[in-house]
C-alpha cells in the first residue's frame, strides 16, 4: 500500500526559482492538504482541497497555488521561490468521513538560498 | 479561528516516569482532536483521536489523552514513559465533520533519558 506519495524527498532552490512538489495518494480520499513545518510553530495548513476542482485557503498561503485536477493528485506550486519558504513539507490525505484521520507523506525537505 | 496551544515546549523525563502533555484549543463549537507523534526523521502518526463518546481515549504504544470540554483541553498521558518515546508530539483540532483541516499545535519535543 502506498498510501501519501511526495515527490521530491529534498529540493534546494535559488531565490526567484519556480517548482513543484508533487503529492498522490491511492486512499481515493477526497480530502488533501498541505503543510509546512517549521522548529517551533509545528504545522501550519497552506492550501487544502476537498475534491476534485475545488481547493481553499489555509493558515499561509501566500507564496504557494495548489490545483487539484483529479482525486489521487493534489501538487503544491512555488512560483518563486523565498528563502522564508524553506521548510519541510507535509501533504495528507483523509477520506473526510466521520472518524478518518489524516494519513501523512514522508515530507520534502525544501531549501531556499 | 480556531487555534490550538501546548504548554510544554521540551520536555525531559527519564524512563519509567509518567508524562503528561497539555493541550488547550479554542473553538466553542463541536470538534475532533487528535495527538500526533514525528519520530526523528519520519512522517507524523496519529496516536490517538477523539470524535465523540468517551472523553477518554486510549492510544497506540500505551498513550491516553482526555477530553475536558469545560477545559478546552485534551492532553496526553502516558504511565511510565519508555526510550523509545522519544519524539516530537503535536496535538491537533478540527471541527466536526471536517477531519482534512486540521489545525495543529507547535508540538512538545519529549526526550526520555535511558
Known amino acids: 500500500n502506498a498510501g501519501v506519495t511526495q515527490t521530491p524527498k529534498f529540493q534546494v532552490l535559488k531565490t526567484g526559482q519556480s517548482m513543484t512538489l508533487q503529492c498522490a495518494q491511492d486512499m481515493n480520499h477526497e480530502y488533501m492538504s498541505w503543510y509546512r513545518q517549521d522548529p517551533g510553530m509545528g504545522l501550519r495548513l497552506i492550501h487544502y482541497?476537498?475534491?476534485?476542482?475545488?481547493?481553499d485557503q489555509g493558515e499561509v498561503p501566500n507564496g504557494y497555488n495548489v490545483s487539484r485536477s483529479t482525486t489521487e493528485d493534489f501538487p503544491l506550486r512555488l512560483l518563486s521561490a523565498a528563502p522564508s519558504q524553506t521548510s519541510v513539507y507535509f501533504c495528507?490525505?483523509?477520506?473526510?468521513?466521520?472518524?478518518?484521520?489524516?494519513?501523512f507523506g514522508n515530507g520534502t525537505r525544501l531549501t531556499v538560498t | 479561528a480556531q487555534s490550538v496551544s501546548q504548554h510544554n515546549h521540551h520536555v525531559i523525563l527519564s524512563e519509567a516516569a509518567s508524562l503528561e502533555l497539555g493541550c488547550n484549543y479554542s473553538y466553542g463549537g463541536t470538534v475532533n482532536l487528535f495527538w500526533y507523534v514525528q519520530y526523528p526523521g519520519q512522517h507524523l502518526q496519529l496516536l490517538l483521536k477523539?470524535?465523540?463518546?468517551?472523553?477518554l481515549v486510549k492510544g497506540i504504544k500505551g498513550f491516553e489523552a482526555e477530553f475536558i470540554k469545560s477545559k478546552f483541553s485534551f492532553n496526553l498521558r502516558k504511565p511510565s514513559v519508555q526510550w523509545s518515546d522519544t519524539a516530537e508530539y503535536f496535538c491537533a483540532v478540527t471541527r466536526s465533520g471536517n477531519t482534512g483541516k486540521l489545525i495543529f499545535g507547535q508540538g512538545t519535543t519529549l526526550q526520555v533519558k535511558p
Open positions: 477523539y470524535f465523540s463518546g468517551d472523553p
Open positions: 482541497s476537498v475534491g476534485a476542482g475545488i481547493t
Open positions: 495528507a490525505s483523509s477520506s473526510g468521513s466521520y472518524n478518518s484521520p489524516l494519513h
